[in-house]
């Protein structure tokens, strides 16, 4: 059985940091791209940054770009996401993706239960 499970969300104030992580069992860990998504209600998943098996390629969505910092650590089967500078706007439900793809066509994936995040005054 393949989980995800991601954790670290909470409330914080505008301009605050927020440390996500992302431990996956069921999976061989160093052979997955993974991914964080966030979600808020009435409007479409956004990709938030992802990262390639071994932690060197990494992409960002362009909402967090910048305020963001992905990472991974194979040897505790557990991907990271770093934000900083939170705004309103970051608020939403967070969630990890692990996945396999052949070109841009995914070929597996496995998703967490989300983590909620919520930036207010």
């Known amino acids: 059985q393949v989980h995800i499970v991601e954790s670290g969300g909470g409330s914080v104030q505008p301009g605050g940091s927020l440390n996500l992580s992302c431990v996956a069992s069921g999976i061989i860990f160093n052979q997955y791209r993974f991914a964080w998504y966030r979600e808020v209600p009435g409007k479409q998943r956004e990709m938030v940054a992802k990262?390639?098996?071994?932690?060197?390629?990494?992409k960002y969505g362009d909402s967090m770009k910048g305020r963001s910092t992905i990472s991974r650590d194979n040897g505790k089967n557990t991907v990271y996401l770093q934000m900083r500078s939170l705004e309103p706007g970051d608020t939403a439900t967070y969630f990890c993706?692990?996945?396999?793809?052949?070109?841009?066509?995914?070929?597996?994936?496995?998703w967490g239960q989300g983590t909620q995040v919520t930036v207010s005054s």
């Open positions: 990262t390639d098996p071994n932690g060197v390629g990494k």
């Open positions: 993706c692990a996945y396999q793809r052949s070109g841009l066509e995914i070929d597996v994936e496995y």
